[in-house]
């Protein structure tokens, strides 16, 4: 495979799936939060991933991922388009999304509402 990408970092939302009518077809959702570091200084930048997983892998997803996890995803790159208005005019937009082929479940499981505790992502990360 020639467009593979890997993540290691925090899931940032629960997973959440999305059903497309009477195919059968689901694709669920969710963010992940990779830190970026650069030697020009010493603050570490955080990067956000939405990650898409389709079908059978989408449900395993659900039964595991949980909000404030820390995962290595690996899939595709691709890019997602959408149109948004601005001031009344629409626009064709374009975002990175990785196209979930595996995923690895890092480090302990958050004890239950210890993501909520926390706030914030950011600070999931500060470790």
Not at 12 to 36: C, H, I, L, M, R
Not at 71 to 83: A, D, E, M
């Amino acid at each position: 495979m020639n467009n593979q990408i890997t993540l290691v970092g925090y899931v940032g939302q629960a997973p959440k799936s999305v059903s497309f009518g009477d195919t059968g077809n689901k694709v669920v959702k969710f963010s992940v939060a990779v830190k970026e570091y650069s030697s020009n200084t010493e603050e570490a930048k955080t990067l956000w991933f939405d990650v898409d997983a389709w079908n059978g892998l989408g449900e395993r997803v659900l039964n595991t991922i949980t909000k404030g996890r820390e995962v290595v995803v690996i899939g595709r790159l691709g890019l997602s388009q959408y149109t948004k208005e601005i001031n009344g005019t629409a626009v064709q937009m374009t975002k990175p999304v990785i196209k979930l082929t595996s995923f690895h479940l890092c480090g302990k499981k958050p004890a239950e509402g210890e993501a909520r505790a926390k706030g914030k992502t950011k600070e999931l990360m500060a470790s």
